[in-house]
């Protein structure tokens, strides 16, 4: 490690900035990176995938862990500086230039693959609903390793009745197990951003029968949009909803974030 170009150096010698339009706060610590390339096991072998790799400090260090790295970045500038990765690790890295949010990694990986990124802010709840809402399942990826603001990231593990319950919880919980893995101050950021930040970790589970992604997503969009109502309220434009409370003995008087994961479920079923 101590012969590895610093990042800090990559950075300066390429002329790169964090992008503030593209969300973009870097890590520069390469046992911290190192640390978080640990989180989804032994990557040996393994594929890995990786969205706004920016100037390659986790792509480094996923392809350090023995991983074989799909990235995709659509800022042009830091494509030079992973370039050199490609060369650097022969082969063993696939840079992809594009937009995430057009591309499918399962066009280039053949079987399972590892999720790993510091996600961009502005497009990480996005990605991360798109992987939980997966048709196929247990789906293609075996882990996802991602990156958030720490008040997104608490939204994604909060247990019922809390301030932060929501749709990302119960999205994240239905059929999965998520965590938070580790918390990052602002000040392991380069720009250091204006909140915290931490690392979830989630990893597919069983998933209840007679259940519809779709379903359970449009059910919790309609249940969580309004949260400070009551269900009744809240559901009473999304057909049959209130007739599947009502058979199951559910009282439409509470509010969404009383309802637990296993329950949203069972409207689900029912609708």
């Known amino acids: 490690m101590s012969d590895v170009e610093p990042l800090r150096e990559v950075i300066r010698r390429h002329g790169l900035s964090a992008s503030k339009a593209l969300g973009q706060n870097f890590i520069l610590d390469r046992q911290l990176l190192a640390r978080i390339a640990e989180i989804p096991g032994d990557l040996s072998g393994k594929n890995a995938f990786e969205v706004g790799p920016g100037p390659g400090g ?8 023995g991983a074989h790295v799909v990235a995709v970045e659509r800022d042009a500038r830091c494509i030079p500086a992973l370039s050199e990765l490609v060369d ?3 082969g063993r890295l696939n840079l992809v230039e594009g937009d995430a949010m057009d591309f499918d990694p399962r066009s280039v990986i053949d079987g399972g693959f590892h999720i790993a990124a510091n996600l961009p802010y502005n497009i990480g709840t996005q990605l991360l609903t798109g992987w939980l809402e997966s048709e196929r399942w247990p789906p293609q990826w075996k882990s996802l390793t991602l990156m958030f603001q720490r008040e997104v990231a608490e939204r994604i593990v909060a247990e019922p009745g809390s301030s932060a319950y929501g749709r990302l919880s119960v999205l994240a919980q239905w059929r999965s197990v998520a965590k938070i893995a580790m918390k990052l101050p602002a000040a392991a ?9 931490a690392i979830v970790h989630i990893v597919p589970a069983e998933a209840p029968v007679g259940v519809q992604p779709q379903t359970l997503s449009k059910l919790t969009a309609a249940a969580f949009g309004q949260r400070r109502k009551m269900l009744r309220q ?4 999304l057909p049959g909803a209130l007739e599947a409370i009502e058979a199951l003995g559910i009282d439409p008087t509470r509010r969404p974030e ?3 994961v296993d329950e949203f479920v069972a409207i689900a079923k029912k609708l």
């Not at 809240?234 to 434009?237: E, G, R």
């Open 58 to 65: 986790l792509t480094r260090a996923l392809l350090d862990a």
């Open 88 to 90: 650097e690790y022969d």
């Open 189 to 197: 950021f380069t720009p250091p951003p204006k909140v915290a930040s």
């Open 234 to 237: 809240s559901l009473k434009k």
């Open 258 to 260: 009383t309802v637990s």
